[in-house]
């Protein structure tokens, strides 16, 4: 399955590419509804977020969040 490129934000408020989500997560987009939903690898929903198409986006809600890559942790900061 093609993800669809946007963006979403993760549970500790950073930005994520929904092509680049990490965590080795499975990415669902729905742009009809605006949803993004992550799965773990045994298909236990993990995470749901608003999906937004570009930055530009994002900014226009008012929205402040520091991009990250796949590589960044999902944990707390305390646990990485």
Excluded: C
């Excluded at 946007?6 to 680049?20: H, L, P, Q, S, V």
């Excluded at 729905?30 to 608003?50: C, F, I, P, Q, W």
Aim: aromatic share 12%; proline share 2%; glycine share 10%.
């Amino acid at each position: 399955m093609a993800v669809v490129p946007g963006f979403f934000i993760d549970w500790n408020g950073k930005a994520r590419r929904t092509e680049d989500a990490g965590g080795d997560f499975v990415v669902e987009v729905d742009t009809a509804s605006r949803y993004v939903a992550l799965y773990n690898k045994n298909g236990t929903l993990m995470h749901e977020a608003t999906y937004y198409k570009t930055l530009e986006e994002l900014a226009k809600k008012g929205i402040k969040a520091e991009l990250v890559d796949g590589t960044t942790p999902w944990g707390m900061k305390n646990e990485w």
